[in-house]
């Protein structure tokens, strides 16, 4: 069992910065794969960015990449998630989410293939 629990979310105007937390507990933080995921109002869950174990492999959606930076810190048991030069598209409730082991990266876009969820923070980038 693993919890997840999100933060670092508020308003910003846009080009701004905001770095988002995703600390986990209940169990050994360095097996899972973390992933970011978005939900805009109105529509569909959508991937942003994930990290494997070490954190040496990491994935970015087309529309973030460049512009946004994960990382993690196993000692920590937290994942960051780094969003700058934001956009009012980037609004929306980012969750965290946590995928046993190293699943492939075709898994770790689908909010299916999740095992763990955190309840999310909203981020806000007005115009």
């Known amino acids: 069992q693993v919890q997840l629990v999100e933060s670092g979310g508020g308003l910003v105007q846009t080009g701004g910065s905001l770095r988002l937390s995703c600390v986990a507990s209940g169990s050994t933080f360095s097996m899972y794969s973390i992933v970011w995921f978005r939900q805009a109002p109105g529509k569909e869950r959508e991937f942003v960015a994930a990290v494997h174990l070490s954190g040496s492999n990491t994935y970015y959606a087309d529309s973030v990449k460049g512009r946004f930076t994960i990382s993690r810190d196993n000692a920590k048991n937290t994942v960051y998630l780094q969003m700058n030069s934001l956009k009012p598209e980037d609004t929306a409730v980012y969750y965290c989410?946590?995928?046993?082991?190293?699943?492939?990266?075709?898994?770790?876009?689908?909010?299916?293939?999740?095992?763990?969820w955190g309840k999310g923070t909203l981020v806000t980038v007005s115009s």
């Open positions: 989410a946590a995928a046993l082991g190293r699943p492939s990266i075709a898994t770790m876009r689908d909010s299916r293939g999740m095992d763990y």
